[in-house]
């Protein structure tokens, strides 16, 4: 009997197995423009400049104006990127060979979230990546930035990046 329940116990576990592992994709929200804002004028502020460097920077790749929103020292935690102002744009515009766009008038990327407390500010996107059992595949999860804005510029930048 005992042999039994373990059996029927192993079965049940094997078909909610799969089911555990389901996901629902993550998807932007309808006016990512709107999460940029709070009625409290510190906080619209520093998300004002997070709004810029995904708008102007990320999106439009104009690192030739990268200073207007990162501080000279930028701490970089990506693994990818040095740190500094200087390392930011060197990655950006050698390493990953991005190219200026005209800047657009809303954002384009797809935006979950944007979270601001105190002089941090988070912003949640979706993230399709290859699965790594099959590479015919895709699979969505999450991206995050989060910057430490000191006297209105990035001056600090967190994301989850792994090494390339």
Do not use: C
């Not at 192993?10 to 799969?18: E, K, M, N, T, V």
């Not at 997070?50 to 104006?65: F, G, M, T, V």
């Not at 979950?112 to 699965?131: F, H, N, Q, S």
């Amino acid at each position: 009997m005992k042999s039994r329940l373990t059996l029927a116990a192993l079965f049940a576990a094997s078909l909610f197995a799969g089911q555990a592992m389901a996901q629902e994709a993550v998807v932007g929200v309808a006016n990512p423009d709107a999460l940029f804002t709070s009625p409290d004028p510190k906080l619209h502020a520093n998300k004002q400049i997070a709004y810029h460097i995904q708008k102007d920077l990320l999106e439009a790749n104009r690192w030739d104006e990268a200073g207007k929103w990162l501080s000279d020292r930028y701490i970089q935690h990506n693994p990818n990127a040095a740190s500094g102002l200087k390392g930011v744009v060197y990655f950006f515009t050698e390493v990953m060979k991005r190219k200026p766009e005209p800047v657009p008038a809303k954002i384009k990327t797809p935006i979950v979230a944007v979270m601001a407390e105190g002089d941090l500010v988070t912003i949640i996107r979706p993230y399709t990546v290859k699965d790594p059992k099959d590479p015919t595949k895709t699979y969505s999860t999450t991206w995050f930035d989060t910057w430490r804005i000191v006297n209105g510029k990035a001056d600090e930048h967190w994301d989850s990046a792994l090494k390339n």
